[in-house]
């Protein structure tokens, strides 16, 4: 196992409506859609295909991000688990699994404000009508890549390359000096 | 043609103004000329006056689908400047440039070229290798460039910021003294004045239809909207539409036609005393004699022949002028337009014969076009008399993609490592 | 910023997407086996239509495929966009053709 | 001064006096007021000095079609804002004003002598003289020109101010809150769509707050308006914005806004921003735009005290200010009888009515004459006088080509109107067709674009009852449209109102030549003469007439100008209006502010700075950064006393002599997996990749299809079907989106998939003699001698427990390896790894040292060695190219007989003859000494350093038949001299490779 506190997740400002970032497995699943029905299996979760949602199963989720990109999440920790049940699982198909886990940063947005923060820099309706709880794309926000995912209607949770955490997260922070009125 | 002068001005100003007459005659298309020029912007009456003037090609016309002027050299940041790269490159807009110096005097119609310096700003190590290489090029080829540290900048254009704590911080620039700008709608009217007087007949509001080839397979005639025109020799100088236009002779060219945005400020009292642009940051900026602010960057994205752009555009241009200029967060976007500009693969332009015999073309020139107003001008005019190229527009053929002498300023000026 | 139908993900913003370029220039399946003027044609020569232009685009910051669309480049208005692969459609209005 | 202010009326609260100040002077006004409004009441006139001849100039307008009151407001000196028009300008506790273009005050400005120099003046003048000498236009009459021109002073200092931005959607924008706005919202809410009203005043209402003595539904307008408001408070699906201008329509619906957020308040909070962009994407689109009363042209007409009927009614009606107390009021439409009529009712005197329709009669005009006021038909005005307000207006009865009964009325203010001109400025921007129409003199929206619809005035619509159930109907299909359905309700408006009808043009004179000036547009004092000048000069185009003369072209963009304009020059023409055409309506309706669009991107927010694992660790050894792309890379670690030199040559030695470490986080990396992965990178880079081993890594060049140099990097094979791809820094993103488009589109069958893991990683090089020793004691499940992990062999094992994938590979000619590890563990690993380097006395170095490095031995940087025109062969790498293979992405184009031209620029080594020069970069080269320019330049450099362990210079360059001149000595042209130098080969140091197999 490794010491863990070698490992350094990137720091980011603090605000109230901010979940401090936790390191997590993540894994870029691409291949056919015969694939993901095995990955599914090895996985604990049937992956999502339908464009743009989001399964969860306890804590694991798998989020669409293409027609054959999904993007797998879990507790940290279970990462080599996880690359051995997909592989066996997935004996015989043509896919990639890469491990992502240190890629990017997991910033969770929670409460009232989060859809208005969001909103002033993402150019998608983030209203619940036009992007209800379940849903997640890659999108962007001011000027970085992003996934955004909502897991429920007051909670929203980007996954950002590491590089570009503290550009969004600053920019939140920025947008919040603003009064709502 | 009524000669311009403050005395004629003085003159007049006794009569009420009453004595001036039209700039250029408003006439029907004869049934033939000797040449015609496709598109009544800046080039194209360059042309036109250029072939009557320096080529005694007198029965000229130019067809002009809307009014002179009316496309890119009205649509345009009118900046002027030489300080390219390749020794073809240099050597095209330095010929520009030097006809530029002495053209308001040459047409006795007063352009207000204005060698205010054209200073190009680097932010990055990378930036600046690509300025001194700009800078040895341009001084082999006698063209003026100049380093300028940050302070010498600041000292050249005041409102800029050159604090180390900016995001791209100003490491220093080329200064290009003798580039500067001028008064675009001016240039269309001086050429139509001059060329019109030399017996050129300048015809708006007749858009071309059809380009009508012998037996042979050269040209011999053009279909307008304002009826066939007999003529042997045309050269198109037609910008965003030009791919339109000899699409009509079935000729293809490696062109794409993109919009691009400018934008003026309400005008202010002088603040901007230079032209600065920034490639890295995407933005350049000027003022006008009548005190505008006048800010353009780089294409829109996609194809288009819409004349308009986007706003996120729009929004990034300014975002870089407003980083390179903090003050200027307080003045206001009066106008904004859009044209189309044609777009070679390695940015650089055409001049040059087209598969069809009597068939030449000048185009290409991207956001460039305006610097180049006089050149192209002289350069198709020379073209189109002689059946060959002249030695400056010689490498600026059609047969260059083919072989893969590439003049490519823009992938210069890429970044890597 | 336009508003563009992703065949994959909906309605999307201009922002979330990149051109590329005109649409249904296939690479020769044998380069060395091209004249000059065809390998020339397939580089460089594009058609620039004024009028309804099949052309790419890639939902970069979405789910990242390229696809391909008919549009309008007099008024940026989109008529179909439709997968890679897939043959363009026909347009029913009279007097339009791709 | 007189007080112009009324007993009682308007909407200003008298309870809360407002101090301010004007070009010095302190006035005081009521909160409410604009700055326009509290200076008539204050009875000022002059507000501003004209943009050319300097006239002295009053307010006409009561909104933002305002000309000629602008002003500069100086909150403090940071925040001064130019050309702001008074009329907008709303009046808070301490408010600074200046006025604008005058010179020394704004009663006496010595540059009014533009006016009397006027008959040289004309349209365009410029264009004939200040042609001789030829420098002299640069250096001399331009500048005087230049400060003649421009209207306020720039800013100087750095804006403080925050500006915000946000996207919206939603299913109605209803674009002005005025009579058809409010019904229009009101209705369309009540469906349940979601719908954002915004109006550029700072209260909701428009021109129904120009109207207290109408009812509606049996409601005062103020009662009314204030339910309706609160109606739409009330609903969760309504937005309103005051103070928000929408000023563009773009394609596919959306509309920016912009919404001024604190200019009104006399202490913002230091978070509030100043402005806000509001990029709103709508289902549907509601213009109710309303429209904008014309004045009429005759010689004079520019004085202090002559406006718009409308914005006389407006001053008495909201702000309770009587814009004269002896008016005379010239009209060409009904709607303005309801000035005359109110101001009469406030106690003005109205000292006559001049009608300029011969035909003029029915109900104004009973109602004027009534009330006692005298009424003229067939009116023309023949001038005006005044110095610096009208006090006496010249008015003749026009028939049959003569002026008879010309008398001379004495007058405080002069209303004009000539109608209302629909504001259809949005529509057009939406590329909307508009037609003319005759019976309203005025171009209406015909034929849509977009999915919008106009509402109201701004659609020809007239009278208060026909407006607001026009919005209220347009209102209802808008949202059905949208997908809700409502039905309309019917309003019943009573007010005192009449045709918005009138004539467009230049009022009719005796004789064409008048001495006095009829402005058209008067903020660029545009006359009718000089619109007449340009037509004799041949320009008959309106845009030509425009750009010739500039009318239209002002901060107000023409809004009370262009249709007088037009009608003047049709009627020039003998042609039609629609005939003669409409100029293009362009973005934006009224000026906005820059920060907007910049809105957040400032400092670091301006673009992300992205930094790697690294970083923080590099920050605290006191690294100096460069930005490559967006990345903050350590450029050198200097010790203290050292420049960039010193560190640089410190740096080298250590790394040449025993171990430097290097953060190589930012290189690109992509995983390539699949069946089909090594086929995949067989046709997409120039070498072979088929028989890689796993294990084993190699060095590849990817070429764009025209044959030049795309990208470099080292590919390894990780596994059978999975391969570690590097790329440049800056070429990570791009060389992503190329091989998507090459798998998606070309070669969709090949089974493989790619995922980028740039920042999965942090790369740490570890590159020197001593390197091994460093790293042994680290790893573990890692074999480190020579011969199980030889020059570019690749193993996975673990470093300080950590999982990782070991390089072996060098970019500077040592012994090196590459330690990728999971990027959180990166600080970690590193300061490990420092900490092991100590006894070796491993150095940190940058990317200085390691260009000096690469460059000793004759590496390439992709982007610095080559500019988009570089073939493989020409950097002297025609070995990688794997000969065998049918094709790869550029071969085709490699073959073309000029990529072999015997004199293409081919890279070289350059040796100076006095080994301490350094050449700079850039520097181009020549064959023969002693050359003025135009030169035959034949090459240049594109890299040059100080090598320490040379002990001299050294130079890469590419120079034409370059491999054939080695051995020559050429020059390097300098301002200083020529710089002698030998061409050499492209490796310097270590020239049989022994060193990296170490």
Redesign the interface.
Known sequence: MVDAALRRIVSLPTAAWLDSPVPAARFILRGAAATRAAAGQGFGLSLPET??RATTDGNRAALW???D?QLLLAPDGEAELIEASLARALQGHAYSLVDVSHRQVGIGLHGPRAEWLLQSQC??PLNLRDFPAGMC????FGKA?IVLWRPAEQVFRLEVWRSFATYVVELLCEIDRESVA | MRKFSGWTLLKEAFGGQQGWTPQWRRVAPQAEYDAIIIGGGGHGLAAAYYLASEHGITRTAVLEKGWIGGGNTGRNTTIIRSNYLFDESAALYDHALKLWEDLSQVLNYNVMFSPRGVMMLAHTVHDVQVAKRHIHANRGNGVDNEWLSPEEAKAYCPPLNIERNIRYPVLGAALQRRGGTARHDAVAWGYARAADAIGVDIIENCEVTGLVRDASGAMEAVQTSRGLIRCRRVGVSAAG?T??VLGLAGV??????FPLQALVSEPVKPVVPCVVMSGSIHAYISQSDKGELVIGAGTD??????QRG???VNSHTLSAVCELFPAFRRMRMLRNWGGIV?VT?DRSPIIARTPVPGLYVNCGWGTGGFKATPGAGHLLAWTMARDEPHPINAPFTIER???GHLIDEAAAAAVAH | ???IQCP???L?????F????QAHV???A???A?T??Q????????????GI?A??W?H???????FNAL?D?????FLATYR??ESMPVLQQAGQKP | MSGRRIQQGGRVDRSRAIRFTFDGKGYSGFAGDTLASALLANGVQVFGRSFKYHRPRGVIAAGSEEPNALVTVMRDEARCTPNLRATQVELYDGLVARSQNRWPSLDFDVQAVNDLLSPLLPSAFYYKTFMWPRAAWHKLYEPVIRRAAGLGESPTLPDPDRYSQRFAHCDVLVVGAGPAGLAAALTASASGARVMLCDEQPEFGGSLLDEPAATIDGATTADWIRDSMATLRSRANVTLLTRTTAFGY?????IGLNERITEHLPAPAADMPRERLW?V?AARVLIAAGSIERPLVFPGNDRPGVMLASAARTYLHRYGVAVGQNVVLVTGSDAAYAAALDLHAAGVRVALIADVRADATGAPLDLARQAGIEVVTGATVLGTRGRLGVREVTIGVLARGTVNDTRRVKCDALLLSGGYTPSVHLFSQS?GKLEFNEARQAFLPSVS?EPESSAGSCRGIDGYTQVLNDGARVGAASALAAGYSVAAPEYRVQALEFGMHGLPGVLPQASPLQPARAFVDFQNDVTSKDLALAMREGFESVEHIKRYTTTGMATDQGKTSNMNALAFVAGELGRTIPKVGLTTFRMPYTPVTFGIFAGYDRGDLFDPVRTTSMHDWAVQQGAVFEDVGQWKRARYFPRSGEDMHAAVDRECKAVRTGVGMFDASTLGTIEVVGPDAATFLSRLYVNGFSTLAVGRSRYGILLR??GFIYDDGVIARIAGERFHVTTTTGGAARVF?MM??YL???W?DLRCWLTSTTEQWAVIAVQGPRARDVLAPLVSDVDLSAAALPHLGVTQGRICGVPMRLFRMSFTGELGYEVNVPADYGLAVWEAIHAAGQPHGITPYGTETMHVLRAEKGYIIVGQETDGTVTPDDAGLGWAIAKSK??FVG???L??ETMHAPDRKQLVGLLTVDPKVVLEEGAQIVATPGQHAPMKMIGHVTSSYHSAVLGRSIALALLRGGRARIGETLYVPMPGGEIAVQVTATVFYDVEGARLHG
């Open positions: 464009a743009c991000l293409g027609p990109e150019p998608l794309t890659r999108t962007v890549e | 539409n791919s339109v293809r060219l490696p062109l794409e036609s994205a996609y194809t288009s022949y819409t986007a706003l996120h044609d693969p993609f083919r072989d | 910023m336009l508003l994959y993900c909906g999307r913003p201009e922002l979330e990149a051109y590329a370029g296939a690479r020769p044998d380069p060395s091209t000059p003027d390998w020339t044609e397939f580089l460089y020569l594009r058609d620039n239509t004024r232009h052309e790419r890639r970069v910051r979405g789910c990242a495929r390229f549009r480049t007099t008024t940026d208005q890679a692969g | 773009f394609p596919h619906n959306l990029q994407r590329r674009a299809d025209d989106g998507e488009d998606q589109t070309e969709p049918p094709d071969k085709r184009s073959a073309r």
